[in-house]
């Protein structure tokens, strides 16, 4: 079975009654990495804008975009509890999974990776970044925040029987083509805000502009 399966019938909701305790406990945005490289890059004059976050759990950071923000928050999710959840926070979450968002083209001003790209099916990266690529505009931003390994790892995940969890430089499913440019990549400890020399506990927040340049021929 493939782990998107197995996440969308049942760990999905197993994480989702793991973590819920600790999002909760969580300051925003102070404890969250993400939020503050957002509200970093994100002009005051940007106006209305509609943000995606891809496995946003419960919605809590994306209530909090669009509270304070004032933008269109929508959410994909695989734990159907997680869902319902995110649903009575007033934000637009459905059940799904990356490599196939029920949206349509250059809808999004910003699309978010919520930590999620480390438990997807190895074979489904192409179209995860090319379904990414498909609902974001333009002159759009992409986030990632994830574990971080500059080279391909794979390690046993130990929640659940039979999935793997892997650390890559998520980013280069995006900077090979030409109109994707990284414009900040920030490695740090996965349980704290400061840098780490371990590379087992590596996490990056990337942003990503999303920018159709001139190509000559």
Not at 82 to 102: F, R
Not at 178 to 199: L, V
């Amino acid at each position: 079975m493939k782990q998107k399966e197995i996440f969308l019938h049942s760990e999905g909701d197993a994480w989702f009654a793991r973590n819920q305790q600790g999002v909760a406990t969580k300051k925003l945005p102070d404890d969250d990495a993400l939020l503050l490289e957002l509200l970093d890059f994100l002009p005051d004059n940007v106006g209305k804008i509609k943000v995606l976050e891809i496995g946003c759990g419960d919605g809590t950071r994306l209530a909090w975009i669009k509270k304070n923000l004032y933008a269109d928050c929508y959410g994909i999710e695989p734990s159907a509890q997680a869902v319902t959840e995110a649903c009575t926070k007033g934000v637009n979450v459905q059940q799904g999974t990356a490599d196939m968002l029920p949206f349509e083209n250059q809808s999004f001003d910003i699309v978010i990776y919520g930590f999620c790209l480390y438990l997807c099916d190895r074979e489904d990266l192409f179209h995860i970044a090319s379904e990414a690529d498909r609902v974001l505009c333009s002159s759009g931003w992409l986030m990632i925040m994830d574990f971080f390994s500059p080279l391909s790892r794979a390690r046993t995940y130990h929640h659940c029987e039979g999935v793997q969890s892997y650390k890559m430089d998520y980013r280069t499913l995006f900077t090979w083509h030409p109109d994707f440019e990284c414009m900040t990549h920030k490695i740090r400890s996965h349980g704290e805000a400061s840098y780490t020399d371990d590379p087992d506990d590596w996490v990056a927040v990337s942003v990503i502009r999303k920018c159709q340049k001139q190509h000559i021929a």
